[in-house]
């Protein structure tokens, strides 16, 4: 997306301030929310819109975040990770939308560390070993770029690992993992949907 049509999605005239883009999208994600849109596609699908055009306005306006990647152990506090169940072997196209449409088939090679991948990746979502977890999926999506399965389990492990930094209060890093998500998945969908709901109630809590 352009910048240019950022700012017109936000209402907002090219150059605009953080504080005036953050206003804007806080209006206007209470407006398209879709808790208060039940049933209303259309609105459903501003709402992500006008998340995606916030969270890249963002990044241009204020230097990127350092990088949050932590050491550690296991994580409390955050529920097990049921989303992951069925993904594996879904139609790519079922995932993201037409992008995934060009991934060729992934090589047997390939095909076997994907499997061994997403069973380690369920076991340490699971034991919310979150720092891991998220080394674990970035690795493989930098071998397999083009994989929108591999993009899914980016997007739910940067989901997962930002709802613990909430529990924790660590917000603004929560936030960047929410970003990163939506930018992984840089499509439509429930779960791109459930990301934009996660941020609008984060960004409310500034």
Not at 114 to 137: H, T
Request: aromatic share 6%.
């Amino acid at each position: 997306m352009k910048l240019v049509d950022c700012y017109r999605l936000l209402g907002l005239r090219e150059g605009a301030s953080h504080a005036a883009v953050k206003a804007a999208y806080r209006r206007l994600a209470r407006q398209y929310h879709p808790d208060a849109n039940p049933g209303d596609l259309a609105a459903q699908e501003q709402f992500v819109r006008i998340a995606q055009a916030y969270e890249q306005l963002i990044e241009v306006i204020r230097p990127p975040s350092r990088p949050l990647h932590q050491a550690g152990g296991s994580q409390a506090g955050v529920s097990q990770c049921p989303e992951l169940e069925g993904l594996w072997n879904v139609p790519a196209g079922g995932l993201v939308g037409a992008a995934a449409k060009q991934i060729l088939p992934p090589s047997e090679g390939d095909r076997q560390l994907k499997q061994q991948i997403y069973i380690k990746l369920q076991s340490l979502l699971q034991s919310q070993r979150y720092p891991r977890a998220v080394a674990l999926v970035e690795g493989l999506a930098q071998r397999l770029p083009q994989d929108a399965e591999v993009r899914q389990w980016q997007a739910i492990t940067y989901q997962h690992w930002a709802r613990q930094l909430s529990h924790t209060e660590q917000w603004d890093k929560a936030r960047v993992y929410l970003k990163k998500a939506l930018r992984v998945l840089s499509g439509q969908g429930k779960l791109t949907q459930e990301l934009a709901a996660e941020l609008a109630r984060l960004e409310e809590q500034r």
